[in-house]
T-cell receptor
């Protein structure tokens, strides 16, 4: 069964450093999303991406964040200058023509 | 604006008991989708079910069942004869296209279910 994959599973970084979180969506899906979950809290929408452009972004997704689909398979989230409050689990999701989003296993980001 | 409320923060049951998780939602759209996801201790989000707003038929899948009531804006989830493996955080979520928001998911706060042997 096809699944969404994410790398790395864990990332530790120093405040102010740039991080890139990688996702490989399900191959025939066209809509891609990033969500985050701060420890013990609910899952929050960050950004949606379709047809090589951002279709919607939340207030959380400020200028420090960017997304890219550099090739036909990867979907990346970059945080330019990490802050302590960026520490969270980041989930990538994708969907096809149906409304069901399938999530990757997440990347746990810790900013020190 | 979309809103999903899961009033129960934690539920603890003994194995084989039934457990019902409540979910109440708000949306301005007439076409919307409701979901339940399971987050086991390992942390991933596992899709359980999607229900379309125009389909109020209840659904049963093994020990899981879902009760969608549009009149009360609720989409409740019941686990029958719970097992220890059901221990997880369960999230209710809503997506719609109101204002062309691209069907992003709005999640509830989650209900932590602990099943004791």
């Amino acid at each position: 069964e096809p699944e969404v994959t994410q790398t790395p599973s864990h990332q530790v970084t120093q405040m102010g450093q740039e991080v890139i979180l990688r996702c490989v969506p399900i191959s025939n899906h066209l809509y891609f999303y990033w969500y985050r979950q701060i420890l013990g809290q609910k899952v929050e929408f960050l950004v949606s991406f379709y047809n090589n452009e951002i279709s919607e972004k939340s207030e959380i997704f400020d200028d420090q964040f960017s997304v890219e689909r550099p090739d036909g398979s990867n979907f990346t989230l970059k945080i330019r200058s990490t802050k302590l409050e960026d520490s969270a689990m980041y989930f990538c999701a994708s969907r096809g023509a149906t409304q069901t989003q399938y999530f990757g296993p997440g990347t746990r980001l810790l900013v020190l | 604006a979309q809103k999903v409320t899961q009033a129960q923060t934690e539920i603890s049951v003994v194995e084989k008991e039934d457990v019902t998780l409540d979910c109440v939602y708000e949306t301005r759209d007439t076409t919307y989708y409701l979901f339940w996801y399971k987050q086991p201790p390992s942390g991933e989000l596992v899709f359980l079910i999607r229900r379309n707003s125009f389909d109020e038929q209840n659904e049963i899948s093994g020990r899981y069942s879902w009760n969608f009531q549009k009149s009360t804006s609720s989409f409740n989830f019941t686990i029958t004869a719970s097992q220890v493996v059901d221990s997880a955080v369960y999230f209710c979520a809503l997506s719609d296209a109101y204002g062309f928001n691209d069907y992003k998911l709005s999640f509830g706060a989650g209900t932590t279910v602990t099943v004791r042997a």
